[in-house]
């Protein structure tokens, strides 16, 4: 199967043009006021998470995911909130703290998607990473 640098490729070597891809639609100006209050919240909670993660806040990040883990239940959990929890523990070097997260989140019903997978596999890691270390 070709893709589309083989064929602009292909198309260069005849002389021809390469295709150009249409530009993306022009984003809505007013989508962010358009959102429920819980998209927004939403929204600025993943952001503060990300910006406390790159400045090194990891405290901070902490204690936002904490608080939305917390506040998860019923239908879902969102899989991020974890995955990001798991990831600044480990940064931490709270491998106990880790595990129970990734733990927590197994046990509990999973909002679709492809990262249950993705964390199932972080928390085998995560347990044997720790049999490890605990081993003699």
């Known amino acids: ?18 295709v150009r891809a249409p530009d993306p639609p022009e984003p809505r100006l007013n989508a962010l006021s358009e959102m429920t209050p819980e998209a927004r919240r939403i929204t600025d909670l993943v952001e503060a998470v990300k910006t406390a993660k ?21 239908c879902g959990v969102a899989q991020w909130y974890y995955e990001q ?32 997978a993705i964390l199932a596999t972080r928390l085998e890691t995560a347990r044997a990473r720790l049999r490890r270390d605990a081993a003699p």
């Open 85 to 116: 929890l798991a990831i600044v523990y480990r940064k931490q070097g709270r491998d106990m703290d880790e595990l129970a997260i990734l733990d927590r989140y197994d046990r509990q019903r999973k909002a679709p998607g492809a990262t249950p």
């Open 54 to 74: 790159r400045e090194g806040r990891l405290d901070d990040a902490c204690s936002l995911l904490i608080e939305e883990v917390e506040r998860q239940h019923g």
């Open 1 to 18: 199967m070709w893709g589309e640098s083989d064929f602009n490729l292909l198309l260069s070597l005849y002389g021809l043009s390469p």
